[in-house]
Structure formats: structure tokens, C-alpha cells
């Protein structure tokens, strides 16, 4: 069995990023990109603490778009601020905590 170096906890029951959802500052944006296409971009997420490749695939599944993960921050096509801030207080994030600019 093994056992998770932060909590202290089996890995079955760790708690350790959920824990760190609740505490991170995320920025939601966007930016113009060649041709005049939208990007929404996501930042402020902790790559240590929260798996960054599982997050983009479920906001990519979730707003029905395209995207990557690059730098530290998630780049979505279109404009998705506002479906973005939602779907990240679902799963568990801190809405207040979520900054839309």
C-alpha cells in the first residue's frame, strides 16, 4: 500500500488536491490571436499540486472546444470566461477565488 508523502494518508483516501483546489487564485482571460481568433486562457494553477493535462481535457470536454496546455496555463479556442468559471466551481474550486478579466 502506498502512502502519499504530503498527507500522510493511503493514496485511495488523499485529500491532497482537493485541498489545493480550494486554495489557488486562478485568472480567466482573453486574448486575440492571429486572424482576429479569440484564445481564453486559464492561469494561476499550481502544476505541482493539480494535474494540469486532466484539468485541460475536462474543461476541453466541457466548453466543446479546442486547447492545450503550455507554460503553466490552459488555452482554450473561443471565448469561454464565463463556462470556464463555472466549470472550475464544479469541481471544487473557490468561485471567489476565480478572477474574471
Same mark, same amino acid.
Given at each position: ?32 490571436? !492571429?486572424?482576429?481568433?479569440?484564445? $481564453?486562457?486559464?492561469? @494561476?494553477?499550481? +502544476?505541482?499540486?493539480? &494535474?494540469? *493535462?486532466?484539468?485541460? #481535457?475536462?474543461?476541453?470536454? !466541457?466548453?466543446?472546444?479546442?486547447? $492545450?496546455?503550455?507554460? @503553466?496555463?490552459? +488555452?482554450?479556442?473561443? &471565448?469561454? *470566461?464565463?463556462?470556464? #468559471? ?16
Amino acid at each position: 500500500m502506498k502512502v502519499c508523502d504530503v498527507c500522510g494518508l493511503p493514496e485511495e483516501l488523499c485529500v491532497c488536491e482537493e485541498i489545493a483546489r480550494e486554495i489557488q487564485s486562478v485568472k480567466v482571460y482573453t486574448v486575440r490571436r !492571429r486572424f482576429g481568433k479569440l484564445m $481564453t486562457i486559464v492561469e @494561476g494553477i499550481d +502544476e505541482h499540486d493539480i &494535474d494540469i *493535462k486532466d484539468l485541460t #481535457k475536462e474543461l476541453k470536454n !466541457r466548453c466543446a472546444c479546442g486547447g $492545450t496546455a503550455k507554460k @503553466g496555463q490552459i +488555452e482554450l479556442q473561443g &471565448d469561454h *470566461k464565463r463556462r470556464v #468559471k463555472e466549470v472550475l466551481a464544479d469541481m471544487g474550486f473557490s468561485s471567489e477565488d476565480i478572477q474574471i478579466r
